[in-house]
């Protein structure tokens, strides 16, 4: 939106939740569909994102606020900008709220930040187990002997005449082996078509292929890669 005349609109919610502030983020980004990452400008725990979702363009901040005896309680800053050729002001406050009411709509919301009863100590065990899951996520051990041997699963499969396939409304892909060499072959709106004759590089697109549905279900997270890859052994006809 640079250089564009803007409205502009925020809100500010507070919440309350049991799950600790990664698995807080984490549903924050699926809900939101706005990955945040950890905000270094800020005493209390916070992660930070923002995202075009034409014709709005969106900044989130979620701050871990408070570690309550029961619950822990957070809050989520929602900024918007829309194109003013595009909207009115009162649009855009009313598209806003809408916004952040389906966003924290399965968490329970309080109107004032009451931290009576909060713990210090519990907040920073909380952070610290936050801070490993984050490295956890970021570095996922790899079961290379485990993948292999389902790779291997795959090549066996596969020579024996099986296959993977999807379909959906504009068309869709087969993927065969024929001859020793992978083929990839689309059909429908597409008509593209890869070979393969190195197995490395057609494990690299078959992974590749399949990288949104290993993951579609923890997203923006992955999967450690032997889930994955068990889960794409599943798929194969």
Request: glycine letters at 6%; proline letters at 5%.
């Amino acid at each position: 939106m640079s250089g564009e005349p803007v409205w502009s609109a925020e809100r500010q919610c507070w919440f309350r939740d049991r799950r600790g502030p990664w698995d807080v983020k984490f549903r924050i980004e699926r809900t939101t569909a706005i990955l945040v990452s950890r905000a270094a400008d800020s005493e209390r725990l916070a992660y930070r994102g923002e995202s075009s979702i034409p014709p709005h363009h969106y900044r989130v901040r979620l701050v871990f606020e408070a570690a309550m005896p029961n619950d822990n309680l957070y809050s989520l800053r929602v900024e918007a900008t829309g194109w003013k050729k595009f909207m009115k002001p009162h649009e855009l406050e009313a598209s806003l709220q809408r916004t952040v009411d389906y966003w924290l709509r399965e968490v329970q919301r309080v109107d004032e930040p009451d931290t009576d009863g909060a713990s210090g100590e519990r907040y920073q065990e909380l952070v610290q187990a936050a801070a490993e899951q984050e490295a956890a996520a970021a570095n996922p051990p790899v079961d290379h002997a485990g993948i292999a041997a389902i790779q291997r699963k795959i090549i066996d499969g596969m020579r024996a005449g099986r296959r993977f396939a999807t379909a959906h409304k504009e068309g869709g892909t087969n993927i065969t082996m024929h001859r020793g060499k992978w083929i990839s072959q689309d059909y429908g709106e597409s008509n593209d078509r890869r070979v393969f004759d190195d197995e490395a590089a057609f494990f690299e697109y078959l992974r590749k292929f399949y990288d949104w549905e290993t993951r579609r279900d923890i997203y923006p997270h992955r999967p450690p890669e032997a889930d994955a890859w068990r889960y794409i052994l599943g798929k194969l006809m």
